[in-house]
């Protein structure tokens, strides 16, 4: 897992781990979440890798847009 920029300091996300076609989100709860392309939509997957590589607006975007589209819950 890499840790998460939160350039703006009030994130929700504290890491995540890119994967081909997926990213795994660790949230400040401690919960982990696989969202996949056939769980969320590619341009979805893409756009989350993008924020979640610049270390800003990722729990937003999850928030906003693909919420409950998770592929798992990780324990």
Known sequence: MQRYANR???SGVVAYELG????TVTFTGGERYLYTADSTGAD???RMRELAREGQGL???IS????E???RKLA
């Open 64 to 67: 906003q847009h693909v919420r």
């Open 59 to 61: 729990a937003t975007y």
């Open 44 to 46: 979805h997957i893409a």
């Open 8 to 10: 703006s300091g009030h």
């Open 20 to 23: 081909a076609g997926s990213i």
């Open 69 to 71: 589209c998770y592929a």
